[in-house]
């Protein structure tokens, strides 16, 4: 019904587009990402925005929460930025996860329990981690910045996606495979 064209260099994968606010939102490594408006016919679509510097995402799964958008870009780390526009409002100078060739993370929203216990969009939400290190995070991210509360070593190296299941979280190297229980905070 419609196609807006992005290349895919080297064969490297792209995270799973996601669909919100009427965008679908698609970012890769080397072309960066693309908003693509979709009309209320199925063959109405255009291209709303594309950054090709400032969101360069790797594997992990880009988020999204009330208007923002979470990604980690191969330059500049967990970078947030507007949904609708594209305009990047920060990046955490790879604090989450460190920078080198290839850095990676997984991250997922952590339950409802914020949105329940009315905390507002500037505190954040709060998002559980496995960055390429083997090392679980525990933050919040939000509009104004990305605020760390824990941070524990669980396995060694991984781009390995975990799973998470009741209180566990499991994780698997190259060599390993452990699971971690999960406690509250």
Same mark, same amino acid.
């Not at 919100?20 to 979709?38: D, M, S």
């Given at each position: 019904?419609?196609? #807006?064209?992005?290349? #895919? ?21 080397? $072309? ?15 291209? *709303?925005? @594309?950054?090709? &510097?400032?969101? %360069? ?24 930025? $507007? ?17 080198? %060739? ?5 991250? #997922? ?5 914020? %949105? ?5 969009? $500037? ?8 960055? *390429? ?14 605020? @760390?509360?824990? &941070? ?12 998470? *299941? ?5 994780? %698997? ?5 452990? *699971? ?6």
């Amino acid at each position: 019904l419609w196609k #807006v064209p992005y290349k #895919v260099t080297y064969g490297v994968s792209i995270g799973r587009p996601i669909f919100q606010e009427g965008l679908v939102f698609v970012a890769g490594y080397w $072309e960066g990402a693309k908003a693509i408006r979709l009309g209320d016919d199925p063959r109405d679509a255009e291209l *709303a925005w @594309e950054d090709s &510097r400032n969101l %360069r995402g790797l594997m992990s799964q880009p988020l999204y929460d009330r208007g923002h958008a979470y990604l980690l870009d191969k330059g500049l780390g967990l970078t947030c930025f $507007e949904f609708k526009t594209g305009k990047k409002l920060w990046d955490d100078k790879h604090q989450m996860t460190p920078r080198g %060739r290839n850095p990676h993370a997984s991250l #997922v929203w952590l339950g409802d329990a914020d %949105r329940k216990n009315g905390a507002d969009n $500037e505190r954040g939400r709060r998002a559980i981690i496995l960055n *390429a290190e083997g090392e679980l995070i525990l933050a919040r991210l939000g509009p104004r910045g990305y605020d @760390e509360s824990s &941070r524990s070593k669980i396995i060694g190296f991984t781009w390995a996606h975990p799973a998470y *299941a009741g209180n566990r979280c499991y994780a %698997r190297s190259d060599t390993e495979i452990v *699971a971690v229980q999960l406690t509250a905070d």
